[in-house]
């Protein structure tokens, strides 16, 4: 293998550029061209390549977003597209490719997979949300992003005695609103993963009040869908001014924090190496601390469990 090519793809994360150095640095290393494609499939499908040297990363270690930029393409979906973007990486000489993105773009790069093109992928998303990993680059910084949200959103309610209903992002997955949830001392957290009975967390607010509580904090996920219902039911049967606060995507910008700095540094080299050794159609990850790839047939296969230890913990601790 000589030439290889990185695209990010799906909802942006914090990380994905460090992701993109290491893969270009590491690729380098290793004595291969690398190349970047532009707006994820978007590009694949229209052979979109740029030839990436050792300086094109500088710089960017420590910015959001990506500097590929990220698309959801539609087309790609197709097999159509994919023969396009197969064309594409053929007339370029490019025999390998690595993808950052979740679980769709790992759908994607599975299909091209078995259709020839060596494909690896670095779990890159605010979610949490993927099979086959412990961690995806993005969700520490968005969860640190919430948490500020959060405890500067508590100051104002406390001084004016209200409750927040306060919704995070996560997709399905209730990993940010627990992470968010339990370090910010939320009285209730509502996860897709297990819907808190509403008389709960009515009873929740009213016991706090009692001990003489000045605010309560309520995280929703967006995956439950209900952040609006949930603060006026509170209200109404409160009698407690609620207010509903949607965090949105606020939370997928920023600098990435230095564990997800690590991570993708790590997930970065790591996706090269394999294609270095003959490795293809897997997807990288962390599991039990340690680096490890997953064939993308099995990760895409099972869904993701939420371990659900944490989020009793949290409920004892807000009694
Ligand atoms: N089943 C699929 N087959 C082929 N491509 C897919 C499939 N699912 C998703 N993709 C591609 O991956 C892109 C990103 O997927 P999406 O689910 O939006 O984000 P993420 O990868 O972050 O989960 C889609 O826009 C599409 O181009
Ligand atoms: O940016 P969009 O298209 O509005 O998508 C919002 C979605 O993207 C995310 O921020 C990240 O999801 P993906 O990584 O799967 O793209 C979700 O938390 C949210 O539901
Ligand atoms: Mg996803």
């Not at 930029?69 to 790609?76: A, G, I, L, P």
């Not at 078995?114 to 099979?131: E, K, L, M």
């Not at 490890?292 to 009793?312: C, G």
Request: some cysteine; proline content about 2%.
């Amino acid at each position: 293998m000589k030439k290889i090519a990185v695209l990010t793809s799906g909802g942006d994360a914090p990380g994905m550029n460090t992701a993109i150095r290491a893969v270009v640095r590491r690729g380098i290393f290793k004595g291969l061209d690398v190349y970047g494609v532009q707006n994820g499939y978007k590009g694949l499908i229209a052979g979109d390549f740029i030839p990436m040297d050792f300086k094109s990363v500088g710089d960017i270690l420590h910015r959001g977003g990506t500097i590929l930029q990220s698309t959801r393409c539609d087309e790609f979906r197709t097999e159509e597209g994919q023969k396009k973007a197969i064309e594409q990486l053929k007339n370029a000489g490019i025999s390998g490719l690595i993808v950052v993105g979740g679980d769709g773009s790992f759908q994607g790069a599975n299909k091209l997979n078995a259709q020839g093109v060596a494909a690896i992928g670095i779990p890159g998303t605010i979610d949490n949300d993927i099979s086959g990993t412990d961690y995806t680059i993005g969700f520490d910084t968005a969860v640190n992003t919430a948490l500020d949200a959060i405890d500067k959103i508590r100051d104002t309610a406390s001084s004016h005695e209200r409750t927040y209903v306060i919704e995070v992002m996560g997709r399905n997955a209730g990993d940010i609103a627990l992470w968010a949830g339990m370090c910010a001392g939320a009285e209730s957290i509502i996860i897709p993963e297990a819907i808190d009975d509403i008389e709960d967390v009515i009873d929740r607010v009213q016991r706090g009040a009692k001990r003489g509580k000045k605010h309560s904090i309520i995280v929703v996920a967006e995956g439950v869908g209900k952040g609006d219902e949930i603060g006026k039911v509170i209200e109404e049967r409160t009698g407690f001014e609620t207010k509903v606060t949607i965090l949105g995507h606020f939370q997928r910008g920023g600098s990435p924090s230095a564990y997800d700095r690590m991570m993708s540094t790590q997930m970065g080299a790591k996706a090269v190496d394999l294609l270095v050794d003959g490795i293809a159609g897997v997807m990288v990850g962390l599991r039990n601390g340690q680096l490890v790839h997953t064939p993308f047939e099995e990760a895409l296969q099972y869904k993701r469990t939420l371990d659900m230890t944490t989020y009793d913990l949290a409920r004892s601790l807000s009694i």
